[in-house]
């Protein structure tokens, strides 16, 4: 079984703004999703 481990049950992932590499974040948070693991987000527009 999958289980967060870095300090809570919310997994927020950060790509880097751009459509050709974001393209990879959004898998993983897919894989997730699949799985049904709840609060999972993207932060859109990647880090700046």
């Known amino acids: ?3 967060a481990t870095a300090g809570g049950d919310h997994l927020c ?3 880097s703004g751009r ?3 974001d ?3 959004r ?3 897919a894989y997730f999703l699949r799985r049904n693991i709840k609060y999972i987000s ?3 527009g990647g880090y700046r």
């Open 13 to 15: 992932f950060m790509g």
């Open 42 to 44: 993207i932060a859109s």
């Open 23 to 25: 393209k990879y974040v």
């Open 19 to 21: 459509d050709e590499e």
């Open 27 to 29: 898998m993983v948070v």
């Open 1 to 3: 079984m999958l289980r």
